[in-house]
């Protein structure tokens, strides 16, 4: 069983950037995907941002804007956010096949 542990939400000012990391315990296949989602008040959850050694992607409306990086030797997966948007509030998630964080709070406010 793999066990996932998000840091680095918080609050921030529209313009404003944070890093999300997520630490990764159990045995973590470099070829498969670790994803950061996330979920608003009241939307379902999407996601956000995804990495392997095959393949990066990211939704549309943060292409640009975030950055997901890999340490396959730590097994940790980083979110870089820039630009934040009030739109980008929301829980944040991280996921690894079957198994999932308990998320980490973003709030973009002025």
Do not use: H
């Not at 045995?27 to 393949?55: D, N």
């Not at 944040?92 to 980490?104: H, K």
Request: net charge positive.
């Amino acid at each position: 069983q793999v066990q996932l542990v998000e840091s680095g939400g918080g609050l921030v000012q529209p313009g404003e950037s944070l890093r999300l990391s997520c630490a990764a315990s159990g045995t973590i296949l470099p070829i498969y995907f670790m994803t950061w989602y996330r979920q608003a008040p009241g939307k379902e959850r999407e996601m956000v941002a995804q990495t392997s050694r095959r393949a990066t992607n990211y939704a549309r409306s943060v292409k640009g804007r975030f950055t997901i990086s890999r340490d396959y030797d730590r097994e940790t997966a980083d979110l870089l956010m820039t630009d934040l948007k009030p739109d980008d509030t929301a829980i944040y998630y991280c996921n690894y096949w079957a198994s999932w964080g308990r998320g980490t709070q973003v709030t973009v406010s002025s």
